[in-house]
DNA sequence: TAGCTCGTTGGACAA
DNA sequence: TTTGTCCAACGAGCT
């Protein structure tokens, strides 16, 4: 009998929990472009990286006798639609944890129940179940550490399971919603074609995650607990984007590091580092899931009085594309920019800089990394700036302001990660690469850089006292 | 219950 | 040059 696979941030075949229980039955696999649901709209580069992780699924699944079917709608109607027309009976897909996410799967899983199908959900996306982990009290944790400590005494997240062999594809039945070609859905830039970046920098899907994984295997886990504060180490996994559409789940990733310890290949201090890593995103969706409002509320209600000050659109500008004068945000913005990714330390000072030198309400920059970034993670992305607000949980101190030019000699003592990103600085010595307006007149003049949008020590004590004025 | 310890990622300044 | 201390107070979570 017809099963129905609904894929949505599950773009693998191996560990697919979902995948694997139907995996024996004439199979719809298909694929829905959700309207009306009220979920926050993709951004565009996550667009991209979508339209070619699909591409990548449909190829794989072809591969082993399947296919992969696209519809557009809303997916309350379509997915009931599309059982009665198959005369589907199991009809399974992989959790989402967003509020509208819930409700919209909640909807239709009482829907398809009262027609006599028999839908079922699975966990592809977490270690662990965001409603399993529980202070000693029963309630959510709201400090990390806690929260890791219980989620690992909770036992260990289950081993990956391999990838169904052989798929048989069911026909698309012929009073079913229409299909949609990939090309049609529009999710990659035009004109103008901004992805040639992201193009040189990536390879979405299953495959590009697996090589990726291996090399980080290889070249990468080892020193990863010092090594990944460094933005010109090869010592960041990089593998978000992929986590973030599921072209690989965290329980191979989590399972992949500890076999690499136990081989003796790396350390298990790096190892461990590693999956607390994966211990972060996890604590991201169990504040998702218990605090829906994260992503647009400060999850401390004392800063619903913070005195941001209006944008700037001026400034804000010249934040987005790397102009602030300060060689290593702008560095930064312009990674970004260019090949939606940017290095963790860096998202940290960049996020820093918006928020406490330039006094900007996170959510300003919370939009543009979710616009720009190819793993921009409806939990991880909000808990992350509202941790450097300092409104979020677990989040740091008002007074930890990162100081750009320190953060720089600190972390790209060399200057590589400058030099690549902000070429027209290349030929300055190492001395005043991160403070260029220090520079000898002789040195600095021709350069094509602009002079630092304000004045570090100035906005850092405008931003002490603006947190004063929330203090109790 | 009440007390205790602790909190991913920093900077400025003094010694 | 390096190291230590302070910058708040609070509330989370445990015992």
Redesign the pocket.
């Known amino acids: 009998m017809t099963a129905i696979l609904w894929l949505r941030d599950d773009l693998r075949l191996a560990d697919h929990p979902a995948l694997a229980a139907v995996a024996g039955e004439p199979l719809i696999a298909v694929y829905v472009v959700e309207e009306r649901t009220g979920r926050r709209p993709l951004g565009g580069a996550s667009r991209w990286w979508l339209h070619h992780a699909l591409a990548a699924l449909a190829e794989a699944l072809a591969a082993r006798g399947g296919r992969l079917d696209i519809v557009r709608g809303d997916p309350r109607a379509l997915l009931p639609d599309l059982a009665r027309a198959a005369q589907a009976r199991r009809v399974v897909w992989s959790r989402r944890y967003d509020v509208p996410g819930r409700a919209c799967d909640e909807a239709i899983k009482a829907e398809l129940k009262a027609h006599g199908h028999a839908p079922e959900s699975f966990n592809a996306a977490l270690l662990y179940e965001p409603w399993t982990i529980k ?3 029963g ?9 890791w ?2 989620a690992r005494l909770s036992g260990a997240p289950p081993a990956p399971l391999p990838a169904p062999a052989r798929l048989e594809a069911a026909r698309w039945p012929k009073d079913a919603p229409p299909r949609v070609a990939l090309d049609a859905l529009r999710l990659l830039p035009t004109k103008p074609d901004w992805a040639g970046g992201l193009r040189a920098a990536w390879t979405p899907g299953e495959a590009g995650a697996q090589a990726r994984l291996n090399a980080f295997l290889d070249e990468g886990l080892n020193g990863y607990a010092d090594g990944r ?1 460094r933005p010109a180490a090869p010592h960041s996994s990089r593998l978000s984007p992929h986590l973030r559409f599921g072209d690989i789940s965290p329980r191979q990733l989590f399972h992949a590091a500890a076999q690499a310890a136990e081989a003796g290949e790396a350390t298990w201090r790096d190892v461990e580092k590693f999956q ?2 994966l211990g ?1 995103r996890e ?1 991201s969706y169990h504040l998702l899931f218990h605090w829906p409002e994260l992503a647009t509320q400060n999850f401390n209600p004392r800063f619903d009085a913070f005195p941001w000050t209006a944008p700037d659109e001026d400034a804000l500008a010249r934040w987005r594309a790397g102009r602030t004068g300060f060689p290593l945000i702008d560095a930064g913005m312009r990674e970004l920019w260019t090949t939606g990714f940017l290095h ?2 860096v998202r ?1 000072v960049v996020a820093s800089f918006l928020i406490k030198n330039m006094l900007t309400d996170w959510r300003v920059g919370e939009d543009w990394f979710w616009d720009t970034l190819c793993d921009a993670d409806p939990a991880s992305n909000p808990a ?1 700036w509202q ?1 450097v607000a ?1 409104s979020g ?2 989040a ?9 030019v ?2 720089g000699e ?1 972390f790209d003592p060399a200057g590589e990660y400058l030099r690549r990103w902000v070429p027209e600085l290349a030929a300055l010595p190492d001395k005043w690469l991160h403070k260029p307006w220090t520079a000898p007149p002789t040195l600095r003049q021709g350069l094509d850089y602009p002079a630092p949008m304000l004045d ?2 100035a906005s ?1 004590e405008r931003a002490l006292a603006a947190f ?1 004025t929330i ?2």
């Open positions: 202070t000693g009290a309630g959510p944790f709201k400090v990390f550490t806690p929260f400590k219980a504060d607390a890593e972060w604590f963790n330390r940290m992350s941790w300092g949980a677990d740091a101190p008002y007074f930890r302001v990162f100081n750009p320190l953060q600190k570090l020590g850092r004063a203090s109790p």
